[in-house]
């Protein structure tokens, strides 16, 4: 965070947010993490002279942040910004209006670029892939806790209709490579057969499986495996 900045909220293309900064009191830091869907408040420090109606500048835009693909939020000591990308011109609209609508609105700057349709896609789908929320149980069945995943996944690939789809497996290194290649294929068709059911285009889906061979995380650890049985997406030009 530049120097003659006070505070800052990011939130990142897997939907992260992070805190940084100064802020008036403890509990103010409390506001500004829980709008943040942040367990606690880290990296911030209190600091006496911040305007008085700081949080509820920090917490709007923070919620404004949060309908936004990625961006920043902060203020500079004389004046609050955000900055991000959309998916689509509704979310920036919505954004922009929830800060309009604060008592100190000509304070703020905004500015909030709406991604190309296939851009947007491949970021949803991203932040999607990021939660590793889509799990199975045995060798490809789904648990039960992936349909909404699987549910906003189609909405978001809704965004570009004509984009090819690659839906890519992956496994921990438990097994043999062979047996994790195929699993990881199985799991890949899983999600196709989902994504069919939920209206987007057969066509559109390809089913890749790469078992074992792209690791993110270390296979000795228990989280690590967890981190690498994934399933990921590569949306393609349309």
Known sequence: MPDDLVFEADRSAGGSVTLKGAVPAAADATALANEAGLRKATGLVTKDDLPADFTANGTTGIAALSGLVEGTVGFDGSKWYLRGKADRKAAADQAASQIAALPNAAGWSVGIDVLPPLAACQADVDAIAARNAITFTGRATLVKTSEPVL????????????????????????????????????????????????GIGEERLYAEGFGETDPIASNETKDGKAKNRRITFQVTTE
């Open 151 to 198: 549910d906003e996944l189609a909405k978001d690939l809704a965004i570009c209709p004509k984009a090819d789809v690659h839906v890519q497996g992956h496994t921990d290194a438990d097994g043999s490579a062979d047996i994790n290649l195929a699993l990881s294929v199985e799991r890949a068709e899983s999600v196709v057969n989902e994504l069919i059911k939920r």
